[in-house]
């Protein structure tokens, strides 16, 4: 069946502009990650949900990370005025419950400039 | 907070090698993952495991708990096995998880 779909694959935008990054997780995972990727550096874990609710916010960077889920299905993560710091690959990774395995997605490469 | 520590950073190993990579973590956890990240990005799960063995082709994971330690095996390496080797770990009930900063292996033929 079909994967984790992220989208856009890429997205260049203007210091101070805000993005959405949507991610399609695989059809009846209740559980959803969100992750960042800088350049050269190791995996941050952002936000995850479980169904609708997302129980650990704490590791979005700062009040300009955002991020929700419907149905649980899609997903869009939301960064508002977006810095050069904001810049990596955000990737997505959904499980069809909180206790197994995650399937990632291609991830969405940001640059800020 | 849970420290995870990889071991070794990089990794040269010759085709037909086998090959160890560590992991070790200083908090009790519930489950311990490995991934795979290829040049260009694509992450792929290894292994999610919380107690044990468990073995995929060449590839074999293996947790102590007691000792807070995992280990990755891969028997007869291939240079397509050439990726960076992340160790990550869940724990309790809280399912955020922390992840190493990975081994880059590099398999020659």
């Known amino acids: 069946g079909a994967g984790v779909s992220q989208s856009p694959s890429n997205k260049v935008t203007e210091k101070g502009k805000d993005v959405e990054l949507r991610c399609d997780p695989i059809s009846g995972h209740t559980a959803l990650y969100w992750y960042r990727q800088r350049l050269g550096q190791g995996l941050e874990f952002l936000i995850y949900?479980?169904?609708?609710?997302?129980?650990?916010k704490s590791g979005l960077p700062s009040d300009r990370f955002s991020a929700e889920r419907t149905g649980e299905s899609v997903s869009t993560l939301t960064i508002q005025r977006t810095q050069q710091e904001d810049s990596a690959v955000y990737l997505c990774?959904?499980?069809?419950?909180?206790?197994?395995?995650?399937?990632f997605g291609p991830g969405t490469r940001l640059t800020v400039t | 907070k849970n420290e995870v520590e990889q071991s070794p950073q990089n990794l040269t190993a010759q085709e037909g090698e086998f090959i160890t990579i560590n992991c070790s973590y200083s908090v009790g956890i519930s489950a311990l993952h490995w991934l795979q990240q290829h040049p260009g990005g694509g992450i792929v799960s290894l292994f999610m495991l919380s107690s044990g063995k468990k073995k995929h082709g060449r590839l074999i994971a293996t947790i102590n708990i007691q000792e807070k330690h995992s280990s990755l095996h891969i028997t007869a390496s291939h240079p397509r096995d050439s990726a960076v080797y992340i160790c990550?770990?869940?724990?309790?009930?809280?399912?955020?998880?922390?992840f190493g900063k990975g081994t880059l292996l590099t398999v020659n033929p």
């Open positions: 990550a770990v869940s724990g309790g009930s809280n399912y955020k998880l922390t």
């Open positions: 990774a959904s499980s069809l419950n909180l206790a197994t395995e995650q399937y």
């Open positions: 949900f479980q169904g609708n609710s997302a129980p650990d």
